[in-house]
């Protein structure tokens, strides 16, 4: 798989993910000499090369051939917050399929402190090159895990002990009034759509973030940071 971007491909290259990097005539010696020192294989080829070979001319010249990648799994999320002694913090997503939005969300939820983000097999973006590259390396810290049913993903959570919460523009519970602490899902829904009616029925409790201006709705990757940040709040971490 072709990664692009400075931020996503310098993370590749830690994780030790790259067979080859391709940059652009004019990257700054500095940046270069950082991508030597891994001791990867390095090419450098004119801009518009990169251009095509991305299909994009958002890659900030840098390209790299990396590993496909993985999902992970449920268990290895569930894993990661045992193994950190944390109450789990999971983003489930319901039919999230713009690969910006997904790719902002699991870097929201890597920053804010989440465990994992899961998403539905067949209602989500894959894990792509754009996904990484707006996720800005964010995928290579984060488990990234699908389920084939996400409302039984929710029942089984719930058996657990884990408080799921769904977001939703025109619930009555501002999240602000929540009390966050202790295990915790958020869900949000695809922009326009929002929320299946099943997935809906197995939260909780729906809520809302207040908003003040004549556009009634956020981003739904806005929303999803701004849950997170109240949640990490009330964990006593922001």
């Avoid at 964010?138 to 919460?165: C, F, H, M």
């Amino acid at each position: 798989m072709l990664l692009y971007g400075r931020n996503p491909v310098l993370e590749a290259l830690r994780d030790g993910r790259v067979s080859e990097v391709l940059l652009a005539r004019g990257v700054e010696e500095a940046f270069v000499r950082e991508v030597k020192e891994t001791g990867v294989r390095v090419r450098f080829a004119a801009r518009i090369e990169l251009d095509q070979l991305a299909g994009t001319t958002q890659h900030q010249g840098i390209l790299a051939e990396v590993e496909d990648l993985a999902w992970a799994s449920v268990e290895d999320i569930l894993d990661r917050a045992q193994h950190r002694g944390e109450d789990l913090l999971i983003v489930l997503l319901d039919g999230i399929t713009d690969p910006r939005n997904f790719g902002a969300i699991i870097r929201s939820a890597e920053v804010l402190g989440a465990h994992g983000v899961a998403v539905e097999e067949r209602r989500s973006a894959p894990l792509s090159p754009v996904v990484a590259k707006t996720a800005a390396g964010a995928t290579s810290y984060l488990p990234v895990a699908q389920t084939k049913n996400l409302p039984r993903l929710i029942d089984r959570l719930k058996e657990g002990g884990v408080w799921v919460y769904g977001a939703a523009g025109e619930a009555a519970q501002d999240v602000g009034r929540l009390d966050l602490r202790g295990p915790v899902a958020l869900v949000i829904g695809a922009e326009g759509e929002g929320l299946r009616r099943l997935v809906r029925e197995k939260c909780d409790a729906l809520v809302r973030i207040p908003t003040r201006g004549q556009v009634q709705s956020l981003n739904a990757s806005v929303a999803a940071g701004i849950l997170l940040y109240e949640a990490m709040r009330a964990r006593g971490e922001g």
